[in-house]
């Protein structure tokens, strides 16, 4: 095999298409058995979606409208989808989308091959990887959308189709705010893409092509959010950065070092894990990239200005905030997957049979132990264990209150879809006037602040909710009127406004 790998005949490249569409049905098959039971923050997201294809505007649930989700893209998909099928339930859609665009990064690699470096099989491999390696439990939120647009900007770029790459980048943007970090790693390179011996206006003319796609979507999306919300930039950040600076929270740096350990952990050798197989692989990739496949070297500095943001920025790490470093590393590893099988089957010299069979010894027991885990997770666990009790809650206030009625609590992604009151986010996400005092630590201010009609209580959130309850003026204003099953071992106590 050369190395464009032009010598494949039909039949073999008819096998590498149809492994593809075989493995493009997993992340459907896991959308199948994940649509119920998804994490509170998702439901945020979906409550914002669910508004707007009722027609009441980006509110959450109630007017004003605030942008309390970092993910506008995937909330104006999903409202559209919605409106378009209002029978199908808004999270369904959310969750099968989402896997769309997790089996739509394996067809961007494949169909793109070449602007990616890469020939047929080892595309193959890539797009396998990538399927084996998915995040079951993150079917709903943006991480697909963004990883599907991350990749399919670099491969616009590649293909010097500037426009459209920038207009990528845009989405990016609009998916996840550290979207836009792409934005000067394109500009940059295309002065080194197109530089040798140009001048300068053919030098720049491509940079200044990119930075006019990605404002088409960002400036339309920036004058509705302004006019809208009186910002541009999603709440969730300067959230996040309050959360950190109240010292209640561990920083995201802080949450990586608690992440990396965690990662493959079914390829460690030994019990402590210190030597893992699926490192070695991501080094070996990282190894590869930068001595002959130097296109994918875009991934690795976008993902090192991730983390360089997102450290500066100070804000508090949440479990999401792994997963772009993660696919960066996946499509290392299975560039790393490449180089060892490619060597080992150079190592057989003139034995064709086990040139042929070497691959496969090496790439689907790495396949296998990938996916193994994703499977039984979606075979055993429904999804947010929580989810039981907070139905509960949610439809004791459907039962018992008016829409019109409000309610206070420090989780809201469950209360906001599947009640229509309005909704007291204590944590500052949803409810922005709040976000100030969330920076000192101090909850019970931003509560008296809008006083509610009901408090929910519970004991896990006592951190938080405890300066709440004991205050001084609590008692004489607030009643306890019902106790429902908690998440764990305590319970709800719902509190109502005498």
Not at 81 to 98: D, G, Q, R, Y
Not at 202 to 226: D, E
Not at 387 to 411: K, M, V
Request: with cysteine.
């Amino acid at each position: 095999m050369d190395r464009k790998g032009n010598d494949l005949d039909p039949h073999i490249r008819r096998f590498l298409i149809a492994a593809l569409l075989v493995g493009s049905l997993f992340p459907l098959w896991v959308a199948t058995r994940r649509h119920q039971f998804l994490n509170d923050d998702t439901y945020i997201t979906l409550t914002y979606a669910k508004s707007l294809a009722a027609g009441n505007g980006f509110v959450f649930n109630h007017a004003p409208a605030t942008l309390g989700t970092t993910a506008p893209l995937l909330t104006l998909i999903v409202a559209t989808l919605s409106a378009l099928f209002p029978w199908i339930e808004p999270s369904l859609i959310a969750v099968l989308f989402t896997a769309a665009c997790w089996a739509g990064i394996v067809w961007v690699v494949f169909l793109f091959r070449r602007q990616l470096d890469l020939n047929d099989w080892q595309a193959t491999v890539m797009g396998l990887v990538i399927i084996a390696s998915g995040w079951v439990d993150f079917l709903g939120m943006e991480a697909y959308l963004f990883a599907l647009l991350l990749v399919l900007g670099v491969v616009l770029f590649y293909r010097r189709q500037w426009l459209l790459a920038g207009g990528s980048v845009g989405l990016l943007f609009l998916t996840r705010g550290e979207g836009i970090l792409m934005l000067p790693l394109l500009v940059a390179g295309s002065l080194i893409y197109t530089g040798r011996g140009g001048t300068v206006g053919k030098m720049i003319r491509p940079g200044l092509r990119i930075l006019a796609g990605f404002l088409v979507p960002a400036l339309m999306w920036s004058v509705y959010s302004q006019l809208t919300f009186g910002r541009i930039i999603p709440n969730t950040l300067s959230v996040k950065m309050a959360q950190e600076q109240s010292g209640m929270w561990l920083s995201f740096p802080e949450r990586l070092l608690e992440w990396i350990p965690l990662w493959e952990r079914q390829f460690a050798l030994g019990h402590r894990g210190i030597l893992n197989i699926w490192w070695l692989l991501v080094a070996v990739g990282l190894g590869s990239a930068i001595i002959e496949k130097r296109r994918w070297l875009l991934f690795l500095a976008w993902m090192g200005m991730y983390v360089a943001g997102y450290t500066a920025l100070q804000v508090a790490g949440y479990w999401w905030y792994q997963l772009p470093i993660l696919f960066v590393l996946q499509v290392f590893a299975a560039l790393g997957l490449v180089r060892i099988t490619e060597a080992a089957a150079r190592a057989m010299g003139r034995h064709r049979f086990a040139m042929r069979v070497a691959p496969v010894i090496i790439i689907l027991p790495v396949l296998l132990l990938l996916i193994k885990p994703r499977v039984n997770r979606a075979l055993t666990h429904p999804g947010d264990a929580r989810a039981p009790s907070y139905l509960t809650l949610c439809r004791w206030f459907g039962d018992n209150t008016l829409p019109s009625q409000s309610i206070a609590y420090i989780e809201v992604g469950y209360l906001g879809y599947y009640t229509d009151n309005r909704i007291i986010d204590l944590s500052g996400l949803t409810t922005p006037d709040i976000v100030p005092h969330v920076a000192t630590g101090d909850f019970a201010s931003g509560f008296w602040q809008h006083e509610p009609d009901f408090f929910v209580f519970l004991p896990d959130f006592g951190w938080a909710l405890d300066e709440i309850r004991d205050g001084p003026q609590f008692d004489r204003l607030y009643q306890p009127v019902a106790t429902l099953p908690g998440p764990r071992e305590a319970e709800f106590v719902i509190y109502a406004h005498q």
